[in-house]
């Protein structure tokens, strides 16, 4: 199957600090999507990025990707307490997305 | 817009008792989803619908679970019977186009079922 392969499977940080977090897939992919869950809740969708596409920003998320090694990474710069939940990359090759273990993702005040 | 609604939230049975979820998606998206999350893992899609039609439902388990979307609006879920370890989050999702392309999808806020 398609299913992303998050790293770290828990990551700790203080307020303010950068947190990456890592995907590795194992065939070719049409995008990749990276989803937020707060404890408790659904989903939400942050960013995806096409094949084709190297990097991309939205607010305080950088995601790249990198189709060569079949990898991707989500930074989250100047951390916020609120940002405290598990992180989930969802590779997609057409057809559904498989979601990953996901990374615990903890901001500390 | 509204967002993707589910009920109950939360529900509790007994082993070998039925259940049942529901979820309206968002207005206009063609095609609704359903994941079974179990604690600590990632959500596993059980059935995929693209308008009223069943689009992928290889990892739905058929001798206890259904699940139906007439009309290509609503759905619900069923098990039938339950057993200890369907406890998990049933969470439902949408997305706007037909199925197949990767699209964004848009979660619900799940029913957390408790099976004791």
């Known amino acids: 199957s398609q299913q992303g392969e998050e790293d770290p499977q828990a990551l700790s940080i203080q307020e303010g600090e950068n947190a990456t977090m890592n995907c590795s897939y194992k065939?070719?992919?049409?995008?990749l999507q990276w989803y937020r869950q707060n404890s408790g809740r659904g989903l939400v969708h942050l960013i995806l990025?096409?094949?084709?596409?190297r990097e991309k920003h939205s607010g305080r998320l950088r995601v790249t990707l990198d189709t060569s090694k079949k990898s991707s990474s989500l930074l989250i710069t100047a951390s916020r307490a609120a940002d405290t939940a598990s992180y989930f990359c969802a590779p997609s090759s057409g057809s559904r997305l498989t979601f990953g273990e996901g990374t615990q993702l903890t901001v500390n005040p | 817009e509204a967002g993707v609604a589910q009920s109950p939230r939360y529900k509790i049975i007994e082993k070998r008792q039925s259940v049942a979820f529901w979820c309206n998606p968002i207005?206009?998206?063609?095609?609704l989803y359903w994941y079974q999350q179990i604690l600590g893992q990632g959500p596993k899609l059980l059935i995929q619908?693209?308008?009223?039609?069943?689009?992928?439902d290889s990892q739905l388990p058929k001798d206890r679970f259904s699940a139906e979307r007439l009309k290509g609006v609503d759905s619900t879920l069923k098990i039938q019977p339950a057993k200890l370890e369907d406890s998990a989050v049933y969470l439902c999702?949408?997305?706007?186009?037909?199925?197949?392309?990767?699209?964004?999808?848009?979660f619900g806020p799940g029913t957390r079922l408790l099976v004791l």
């Open positions: 990025i096409r094949s084709n596409e």
């Open positions: 619908f693209q308008n009223n039609g069943v689009v992928d």
């Open positions: 999702a949408s997305s706007p186009r037909i199925a197949g392309g990767g699209e964004t999808q848009y």
């Open positions: 207005s206009g998206h063609a095609t």
């Open positions: 065939t070719s992919i049409n995008n």
